[in-house]
Structures are given as C-alpha cells and as structure tokens.
T-cell receptor, first 114, second 114 residues
Framework: GESVGLHLPTLSVQEGDNSIINCAYS??????FIWYKQESGKGPQFIID?????DKRQGQRVTVLLNKTVKHLSLQIAATQPGDSAVYFC?????????????FGQGTILTVHP | DAGVIQSPRHEVTEMGQEVTLRCKPI?????LFWYRQTMMRGLELLIY????????DSGMPEDRFSAKMPNASFSTLKIQPSEPRDSAVYFC????????????FGSGTRLTVV
C-alpha cells in the first residue's frame, strides 16, 4: 500500500530570485532560534541564528526575521543559487525544562532552477 | 576541527541483531544529542546528555534503545534487538553548552534493518 509520510512544503525558484522560507513555532518560552540547511546525504548545517530579544539578523545573503507576537520565523535568501537547493529546517530552543535541546520543524524543500 | 564524527556511515543488519552506533563530539562540547530522521516523522530528538549525564531520554522510543556516554569524547546508541521500523538516519550533534548555541551535527549513520 501507499506509505504515508511527511508532506514537506516546497518552494521552487529561479536562480537569482530571492527566496523566503517560513516557519511557525509553538513554544512561547523559546528564546533561541536557528535555521539549518540539509543537503542530500548530509547532516543539518547551521545557517543563521537569532535570539528572542531581536527581530532581525542578517548574514551573508541570508536574513532571519522573528515575530514573537505570532510565533513566526522566516529565512530570506537573496540571489538564490542552485547550490542553495536543499531542505531547510527551523529549530527552537525552549526555556524551562526544555532548555538545552532543539526542537525542529518539519522542513521546507527549496529547489533552485538554473 | 574534525567536527562531530559518527560511525559507521552505513549499517545494514538483519532483524533481531544488535546495532551500535558511535559518536565522537567536538572536543570541549559539553552537550551531546542523538536524533533520528525518517520520512514519516522528520527529525526527532531521542536523548541528550550534558556533561556525560543523560538529561532527557523521553524521546527514546522503546526499551530496545539505550544510549551511553562513558566519557566526554564518546557516546553510543544501541538498539537490541533491531526491527525493520528502526531503519532511519541517526544523527549525533554536540554543542558547547546548554541552550543550543553552537550546535553541530555529524554526517549521520544510515541504518537499514532487513
């Protein structure tokens, strides 16, 4: 029979376009957020992080935006390149008893067409 | 810095056999995490250690799973007996301290139980 699995959101863009990947988190006590990139056959790789006392942070070609009011996180990639094709995960580190461990979102598949 | 080192990269075993996955965290990192990744459930935290002590093993699926960290530079995840539904990619990650900062993943062990 047909297997049931996660249906990851997908985003397909042309090379050179800007990409925006979104993530909703659930724990209002989370105080640290990270975006990871995972390429096929590899482990998740750190892209950029943000603490809860900030609402925006920029890196090289990437920007993370945090909206604590609606518990929403986004990753913007400027001038997307074919090498950016991967699965992107957001992760949150909560306070209290969950301090120290990351909880991951389901991921978004980004495909960049040359 | 060699990063987080996992072995083996691939493991194929028969149902009922014992499987041991190994992880060497980054030197100086105090926290170590074992994750499992499947298409059905995404990235799931199984257990994490802080200063070699298990802090949260609530993600360990069954008594067939056990994890140890005998010293700061080595951890094992054991499955005994293994079952086909244990087939997944198992990742180890380490971080310098609690809170999720500096979280680095290994390349994973792809386990197939037939």
């Amino acid at each position: 029979g047909e297997s049931v699995g996660l249906h990851l959101p997908t985003l397909s863009v042309q090379e050179g376009d800007n990409s925006i990947i979104n993530c909703a988190y659930s724990n209002s006590a989370s105080d640290y957020f990270i975006w990871y990139k995972q390429e096929s056959g590899k482990g998740p790789q750190f892209i950029i992080d943000i603490r809860s006392n900030m609402d925006k942070r920029q890196g090289q070609r990437v920007t993370v935006l945090l909206n604590k009011t609606v518990k929403h996180l986004s990753l913007q990639i400027a001038a997307t390149q074919p090498g950016d094709s991967a699965v992107y995960f957001c992760a949150e580190s909560g306070g209290g008893t969950s301090y120290g461990k990351l909880t991951f979102g389901q991921g978004t598949i980004l495909t960049v067409h040359p | 810095d060699a990063g987080v080192i996992q072995s083996p990269r691939h493991e194929v075993t028969e149902m009922g056999q014992e499987v041991t996955l190994r992880c060497k965290p980054i030197s100086g990192h105090n926290s170590l995490f074992w994750y499992r990744q499947t298409m059905m459930r995404g990235l799931e935290l199984l257990i994490y250690f802080n200063n070699n002590v298990p802090i949260d093993d609530s993600g360990m699926p069954e008594d067939r799973f056990s994890a140890k960290m005998p010293n700061a530079s080595f951890s094992t995840l054991k499955i005994q007996p293994s079952e086909p539904r244990d087939s997944a990619v198992y990742f180890c990650a380490s971080s310098p301290a609690a809170g999720g900062y500096g979280y680095t993943f290994g390349s994973g062990t792809r386990l197939t139980v037939v």
